[in-house]
């Protein structure tokens, strides 16, 4: 029996730089983190015995005597593609999914990580990363940028940089201390609405060139908030102000990204104390990150007393294997 783990994501700047789209032409570049919410992926060679072939349980059972015949499309393609048949497989996680925090690419890292380690097959966390991309822009052939697959794959608080030749991963280069500080000062709320991220990125997709200035903007701040976490002597409030800024520039982007409900929820925690915050993932629902000073944490979960706060901690490991027996 093979058990992956691998973590969530949240995007802090770039969102949108990272389709090939923008970034073959523009370049791109994100500031993101996993953290400890997770999604497990188990998986084991199914016995001859059952009087169907692979057992596949997510949201949904499936029992199918072919791979053509598997509903989700991400398990049916990378099960075709590494030619795996007689598969048990069981998918559950810390979060649902449809929260904007990268859970269906981080069930694609987990999967294929899973599955390689069946087959005897050992990959690094670029190679899962890319692989995790074929799968869910080539094989899937659903729309959307490649920074969740990255992240799901190497863990850890990075700046992941994007060109027409590829990418590179660099973890920021600040202290466990002000690290700390900075998640001790951020909030999440999930706000109870729900959407497939790849139906919002079709309509950001068609207006990546209508765009142009907003993103490149947006890239630019990636920059912005290097500087700020990485310079002892800046306060980190600013990192919050420049969340309102992309967040600010990021609803500009699509009608679709945000809606009348998330913009009273995001007023409700500005007015209560917040500094900055932004809509997690595509857009249309999902996850309220905020970052709020300590002293203001109080009246800003009053506030939004009625959303679900997710409790988190940053983690650096990504994707692995939990267990192989």
């Known amino acids: ?174 202290s466990d201390e002000r690290k700390n500080e900075l998640n001790d000062n951020l909030l999440l709320f999930f706000t109870g609405l729900s959407r497939f991220s790849f139906q919002i990125q079709k309509t950001t997709k068609k207006m990546l060139g209508k765009r142009t200035s907003e993103l490149i903007k947006i890239r630019d701040m990636v920059d912005i908030a290097e500087k700020i976490l990485t310079d002892e002597n800046r306060s980190l409030d600013e990192f919050g102000a420049l969340l309102n800024e992309t967040w600010q520039l990021k609803r500009s982007i699509s009608s679709e990204i945000s809606t009348d409900a998330i913009d009273s929820v995001y007023i409700k925690a500005m007015n209560a104390g917040a500094l900055g915050g932004k809509l997690l993932g595509a857009g249309g629902g999902g996850c309220l990150l905020f970052y709020v000073p300590r002293e203001k944490q109080e009246s800003v979960r009053n506030a939004l007393s009625d959303l679900h706060e997710v409790k988190f901690r940053f983690e650096n490991e990504g994707t692995k294997i939990i267990s192989n027996y």
């Not at 188990?42 to 059952?50: D, I, Q, S, Y």
């Not at 966390?125 to 794959?153: F, N, P, T, V």
Request: hydrophobic share 40%; aromatic share 14%.
């Open 1 to 174: 029996m093979i058990i992956s783990r691998t973590p969530v994501r949240m995007s802090f700047f770039g969102g949108g730089t990272d389709f090939p789209e923008f970034f073959n032409e523009y370049s791109g570049a994100v500031i993101s983190t996993t953290f400890d919410k997770y999604c497990h992926v188990n998986v084991r060679h199914l016995p001859e015995l059952f009087d169907y072939k692979s057992y596949l349980a997510y949201a949904q059972i499936e029992k199918v005597n072919s791979v053509e015949e598997i509903k989700h499309p991400a398990i049916r393609n990378a099960m075709k593609w590494l030619n795996l048949e007689r598969i048990a497989l069981n998918y559950d996680a810390d979060l649902p999914s449809k929260t904007g925090l990268g859970t269906s690419s981080a069930f694609s890292v987990g999967l294929l990580n899973a599955f390689y380690t069946m087959q005897g097959v050992s990959k690094t966390k670029r190679e899962l990363a890319d692989d995790a991309i074929y799968l869910e822009r080539i094989l899937c052939e659903e729309d959307g940028g490649i920074q969740d697959q990255i992240a799901a794959s190497f863990g850890g608080f990075n700046r992941i940089d994007f060109s027409r030749e590829g990418y590179t991963v660099k973890p920021v280069d600040f």
